[in-house]
């Protein structure tokens, strides 16, 4: 019991300085609003080069590509178009993939 919290402790601190890291310790990402064609969207503190998405919930997959590159803090408005009804959040990621920030889930 004791080796298996202790591998769970250090798997989240490895998580944890790999962000801090990557400068992506504090990044967040913040749903603001939305209409039906735009989900508003606030970031901070977001790497170079962070590129925001569209991801379905349910399937996991990525439904906004190419996204929009976006470093530092701000706000964009992410286009809905061609989404069908359902349960979406938006991403952050880095180039490389790793996910750094994410809304709340929100209905198209």
């Not at 601190?13 to 400068?23: E, K, R």
């Amino acid at each position: 019991m004791r080796y298996g919290l202790r591998s769970i402790g250090l798997a989240a601190l490895a998580a944890v300085l790999q962000l801090a890291a990557s400068g992506a310790a504090n990044a967040a990402l913040n749903y603001t609003g939305q209409t039906p064609q735009n989900v508003s969207v606030m970031y901070l503190d977001l790497p170079a080069g962070s590129k925001i998405v569209i991801v379905d919930q349910v399937s996991n997959g990525i439904v906004s590509s190419p996204g929009i590159v976006v470093s530092g803090s701000g706000s964009v408005n992410v286009p809905l178009l061609g989404l069908i009804p359902g349960q979406y959040y938006v991403l952050a990621q880095l180039s490389n993939g790793q996910w750094i920030a994410q809304t709340v889930v929100f209905y198209v």
